[in-house]
Structures are given as structure tokens and as C-alpha cells.
């Protein structure tokens, strides 16, 4: 069955460092795309970053990347120089046939 | 600038009633989704559609239904409405085709939060 764990419920770390955020999945496909979104407190859940499977190169959005290991089955968010806007829950996700979201994460980034 | 809206934003109603939220996208996408979510917690999916006429159960039991008879509309309605039904419902629409840019890319709407008392 696909699964999704995120084994950190809640994180918290000083302005400017850098955070990992774990996420571990399970899918039976080898056609996959895997995903990190961000729900901000009281706002609308928004795309950070997206990897397709097939791809070894590890997707990078500014300050956001992932660590697509696809042997282990992980899929990793760093976010590099964190800022107080970063504050939310993160949501890993798996889709192949069906979307799967992890638990999620809490990250308070603390001034 | 979200694409999807979903109207109420939030809706405090007695037990009992009848009420439906709203959901309205317009980026032509053939999957809409709901899901539901306690503040601060996981999403648990309770219905999709692949486009028109096509609804399907999600994961989460609900006693709402769902109806697509336009693309771009995805409404929700619980015909009695329980205190445990008090949640915040967020709707989701996505490109269908595969190897696309925006393929299985979820764009969510705002939320609509349910009290019922």
C-alpha cells in the first residue's frame, strides 16, 4: 500500500539556520511524483517544491531543496537560511495513481 | 492570486441543517478533491472527481456528497449537519494528463471552516 511518513511532528529552529525536514514514502509504481507543501498558520496550503521520479537530479527552488533518494525511499526538504515566513506545516505527498499526503510537519522558526 | 475559491470562508450553523459549501475553479482542471482537516493536522481525502459527472469516495468515511456537472464546480453538501462534522473542508483541483509541468499539482483553495453547534 503507498504510504507516506513524516517521522518529526514539530521542529524548531533559530532565523537564518537551516532545517531538514524528513519524509520517508512506500509506492509499488515506478512512475511517481513526489512533493513538499506548505501550509502556513490560517492561510492556503501552497506548492514548495515537486520532484518526478525518474529524475536524479534533486530539485531546487531558492532557498528549498530536496534530497530524492529513491533506493531508500526518501525525500527530504532543506530549507537553507530560514526566515520567519517559513513558519507552517509542511506537508510531504506521494502521487502515482492516488495522492497520498504525510502526517506533517511543524516548523516554528524562532527570531 | 488563487485560482479556486470556496465560499463560505467560514460558517457557524446549527445541528441538523442542510449546507453546502461551495467550490469554483478556473484553470480548466478535470481533478477536483476535498479534503477534510482539524486545524493543524493531517488532510483526510473524503471525495474527488476526475471531471464531469465523475465523483468517487476518498479514504475518510463522510456523510456529505458531492456533484460535478460543470468542470469548473465541485460543490459539497451535508444534508444534516453534526457537531462532528465541525472542521475545516479544503478543496483541490489538478491537471489530469501525465508528464505535463503541472501534472498531479495540487492547487488548494482558502478552506471553508464549519462550526455546527
Known amino acids: 500500500a503507498q504510504t507516506v511518513t513524516q517521522s518529526q511532528p514539530e521542529m524548531s529552529v533559530q532565523e537564518a539556520e537551516t532545517v531538514t525536514l524528513s519524509c520517508t514514502y512506500d509506492t509499488s509504481e515506478n512512475n511517481y511524483y513526489l512533493f513538499w507543501y506548505k501550509q502556513p498558520p490560517s492561510r492556503q496550503m501552497i506548492l514548495v517544491i515537486r520532484?518526478?521520479?525518474?529524475?536524479?537530479q534533486n530539485a531546487t527552488e531558492n532557498r528549498f531543496s530536496v534530497n530524492f533518494q529513491k533506493a531508500a525511499k526518501s525525500f527530504s526538504l532543506k530549507i537553507s537560511d530560514s526566515q520567519l515566513g517559513d513558519t507552517a506545516m509542511y506537508f510531504c505527498?506521494?502521487?502515482?495513481?492516488?495522492?497520498?499526503f504525510g502526517k506533517g510537519t511543524r516548523l516554528h522558526i524562532l527570531p | 492570486e488563487a485560482d479556486i475559491y470556496q465560499t463560505p470562508r467560514y460558517l457557524v450553523i446549527g445541528t441538523g441543517k442542510k449546507i453546502t459549501l461551495e467550490c469554483s475553479q478556473t484553470m480548466g482542471h478535470d481533478k477536483m478533491y476535498w479534503y477534510q482537516q482539524d486545524p493543524g493536522m493531517e488532510l483526510h481525502l473524503i471525495h474527488y472527481s476526475y471531471g464531469v459527472n465523475s465523483t468517487e469516495k476518498g479514504d475518510l468515511s463522510s456523510e456529505s456528497t458531492v456533484s460535478r456537472i460543470r468542470t469548473e464546480h465541485f460543490p459539497l453538501t451535508l444534508e444534516s449537519a453534526r457537531p462532528s462534522h465541525t472542521s475545516q473542508y479544503l478543496c483541490a483541483s489538478s491537471e489530469l494528463g501525465q508528464g505535463t509541468s503541472g501534472a498531479n499539482v495540487l492547487t488548494f483553495g482558502a478552506g471553508s471552516r464549519l462550526t455546527v453547534l
Open positions: 520532484q518526478e521520479a525518474y529524475k536524479q
Open positions: 505527498a506521494c502521487v502515482d495513481d492516488k495522492i497520498i
